[in-house]
């Protein structure tokens, strides 16, 4: 029976972790797989970097010396000198100093500067032999072995500037921050002097063409403005004649007030005189109307004697009065005599008399109102007449005045542009001479002290790196071309089962795994077997009573894993049973006993013998062995469950632990058959040598019989490299395994 304590923790639990852990590549596996290629590693980082300074000091150096341009936002300002181009100074934006950064940079200011400086004759900037024809020139042995350099082509004076101005765009760096309105003028030369004197020159080109397009700018404004004000003259000459001319001819007064004066003068002339005109006629007909009134008030008896003239006449008055005084008598006459004596007779013609001239005295003031009446209406049609006559006069002063006006208002035109013209270009000619360019050089290029290129220290850290993560790609790649696991961390990632523990080679050549466990019990391989029986008892329900032992492919260490366990587990007190159900290449017998038996597994599955009978003891060990006598024609017969089972209860119902080494899964298909009659298979690796095609098909094999996997084994690892759990060891941890 099971005398070994289980765990409570979960069956899978190590699968699941395994499972669900990402399958990428550690730092660990990394550094692993360095170490293992330590060697190439180190001829690659000697190749690499000997390389690398073979060709950085074989580099030209090269100094770089700097000049700041600044853009003048401070400009100094003549009398509205910002009035006197067509593109006034205005605030500089990004845009402005970017446009600036671009003009640096053109190849019109490389032109020059090369031109000035007769840079084409310069060796420094002609066309330059290749890298590798350098270091041969210097190394003569590489000369025989790197391909011929091509003669040079000669070129014409055009493609010669062309590739001179090229590379020196190429040495050039204008770089402005954003910051600020301040530009660095780079450049990079074989000399110290040679690259001050380029930066500075070039920035001194850059202003210098900005002066020249200031001047160029100022002589064309001052040419335009000099034909402008002479056009503009001869057509102010010209609209002044013709308005004297107009005028002349039109008779109109010049009466000053400015442009147009003359013409609004005589207008306002006639215009007082049609007003004077017109308000004597509205007296005149006023006039004519109280006289025609009074006229018909006088020849109406009713009113007659309302009219002022016939009031204020004294010759009615006296008449009136002498009529009064007559009538006066009369009626005293008649008072006293009566009406009808001779005397009244005297006094009534005297009556009539001056009735009658009273009669006459207003006929004569009726003829002279009717008079006046006439003088008055004669007055109101000459003054209508006059009126009209003013009116036509005015209308045909107002014709001319609006031609006139027409053509003061183009001469007024004219000599307004033209007094513009002429202070803008008295203003010009105050110019010249003292144009300022946009932008000073705040900072001269001076020599550099140090070479800009090549960076020896940072090149060679960087050869470095390269040479060490290059060599780790390699190592990786090595890794990856290699057949099989090293390490539990690769066949966990790759296959998705726990691997139990690492099963390392015997320390001797001479020695077996399995040795080492029974004669060697303190060794790393005894101490990575009994992990593997923790591991497997850590477990729920601890180890299986019936385990079998399988690989994917021959010659993995199956049967020396199941001999070391089965070894391991009698050492410790318990009843251990070994089946070897390998019927085609079994050799556990040789192993043991050094020569075949006559009674085995195969005797007891055919029922002639029974399983104590064909059982026997390991001559180096507790164990109890069941040996396979031999070959048989059909070992998948023997191996079906309804015989295999009952050997199986027979020996769990004797042993604590039953352990069945069967053939390799993919060569024959006895493994499944004897995994439907086990608790659990156990799975052996060969380090460095299953691949991991062959793992894969096994686990899928398994899992589409439904048979339980109790985990993997990583056999034959490295003791210097994997420890018995599976993961790296150190020194100190062997020195401790080995007491």
Do not use: C
Request: proline share 5%; glycine share 6%; net charge positive.
């Amino acid at each position: 029976m099971n005398m070994l304590p289980s765990s409570n923790q979960p069956q899978n639990v190590r699968a699941e972790i395994v499972q669900n852990a990402p399958r990428e590549m550690s730092i660990g596996m990394v550094m692993q797989s360095i170490w293992r290629h330590r060697f190439f590693m180190l001829v690659w980082l000697i190749l690499v970097v000997g390389l690398a300074s073979l060709v950085i000091f074989n580099l030209q150096a090269s100094y770089r010396s700097t000049a700041l341009v600044a853009l003048d936002t401070r400009q100094i300002r003549f009398t509205e000198v910002s009035a006197t181009l067509a593109n006034p100074s205005a605030p500089m934006d990004s845009n402005v100093v970017r446009t600036e950064v671009e003009i640096l940079n053109s190849d019109a200011v490389a032109r020059e500067v090369v031109k000035d400086l007769d840079l084409v004759n310069d060796p420094e900037f002609l066309p330059q032999p290749s890298l590798l024809t350098r270091i041969a020139s210097r190394i003569p042995f590489l000369a025989g072995i790197l391909p011929a350099a091509e003669e040079e082509k000669p070129v014409d004076a055009d493609t010669r500037l062309a590739q001179v101005v090229n590379a020196y765009r190429n040495r050039l760096t204008i770089f402005n921050d954003g910051r600020s309105y301040v530009i660095s003028v780079s450049f990079e030369a074989s000399s110290p002097a040679d690259a001050a004197r380029i930066a500075n020159r070039h920035a001194e080109v850059y202003i210098a063409r900005q002066r020249a397009v200031k001047d160029q700018a100022l002589a064309s404004a001052t040419s335009w403005l000099d034909r402008e004000v002479a056009t503009l003259s001869d057509r102010l000459s010209q609209s002044e004649r013709a308005i004297q001319a107009y005028r002349e001819r039109n008779g109109l007064l010049s009466l000053g007030g400015g442009v147009g004066g003359g013409n609004r003068a005589g207008s306002t002339l006639a215009q007082q005189q049609l007003a004077d005109v017109a308000a004597q006629l509205a007296q005149a007909r006023a006039d004519l109307a109280s006289r025609e009134a009074r006229l018909r008030q006088s020849r109406d008896p009713s009113t007659a004697g309302s009219v002022t003239e016939v009031v204020n006449s004294d010759a009615l008055s006296r008449l009136r009065d002498a009529e009064v005084q007559a009538r006066a008598r009369l009626a005293e006459v008649a008072g006293q005599a009566g009406p009808n004596l001779p005397t009244a007779q005297p006094l009534r013609a005297q009556i009539a008399e001056i009735q009658r001239m009273i009669g006459a005295e207003q006929a004569r003031i009726q003829r002279s109102l009717a008079n006046e009446a006439t003088i008055a209406r004669t007055r109101v049609a000459e003054l209508t007449q006059t009126v009209q006559n003013l009116q036509s006069q005015l209308a045909t002063s107002e014709r001319s005045g609006a031609e006139l006006m027409g053509l003061e208002r183009e001469a007024s035109a004219t000599r307004a542009l033209y007094e513009s013209l002429l202070s803008r270009q008295k203003q010009v000619a105050t110019q010249v001479g003292i144009q300022q360019a946009d932008a000073i050089l705040t900072s001269r290029a001076t020599p550099a002290l140090f070479p800009a290129f090549p960076n020896k220290k940072m090149f060679l850290g960087v050869a470095i790196l390269v040479a060490v993560a290059t060599g780790a790609m390699v190592a990786l790649l090595l890794d990856r071309r290699r057949k099989g696991f090293e390490t539990v961390e690769e066949t966990e990632a790759e296959i998705g089962v726990p691997v139990l523990a690492a099963l390392p080679k015997p320390a001797r050549r001479n020695m077996t795994l399995a040795n080492e466990v029974a004669d060697h019990p303190r060794s790393i391989g005894a101490e990575a077997v009994r992990t593997l029986r923790s591991m497997l008892a850590t477990r729920e329900g601890g180890i299986p009573p019936v385990l079998a032992v399988t690989s994917s492919l021959p010659a993995e260490g199956k049967t020396s894993v199941a001999l070391s366990l089965a070894r391991s587990l009698a050492s410790s007190g318990f009843q251990v049973l070994l089946i070897e159900a390998d019927f085609r290449r079994g050799n556990l017998a040789r192993t043991l006993f050094k020569k075949p038996v006559d009674v085995g597994a195969i005797a007891v599955l055919e029922q002639r013998v029974s399983l104590v009978q064909a059982t026997r003891e390991d001559p180096s060990s507790p164990l109890h062995v069941l040996a396979s006598e031999g070959t048989n024609a059909t070992p998948q017969d023997l191996l079906e469950p309804s015989r295999l089972r009952p050997l199986i209860v027979a020996a769990r119902s004797t042993y604590d632990y039953v352990i069945v080494d069967t053939p390799p899964v993919s060569a024959v298909s006895d493994a499944l058959l004897i995994g439907r009659s086990v608790d659990e298979t156990l799975l052996v690796v060969r380090a460095g040598s299953t691949p991991s095609a062959a793992v894969a098909a096994t686990v899928k094999a398994f899992r589409t019989a439904r048979l339980p996997i109790a985990g993997f084994v990583l056999n034959a690892t490295d003791p210097k490299r994997t420890g018995p759990t599976g993961y790296p060891t150190n020194q100190l941890s062997l020195s401790y395994l080995n007491g």
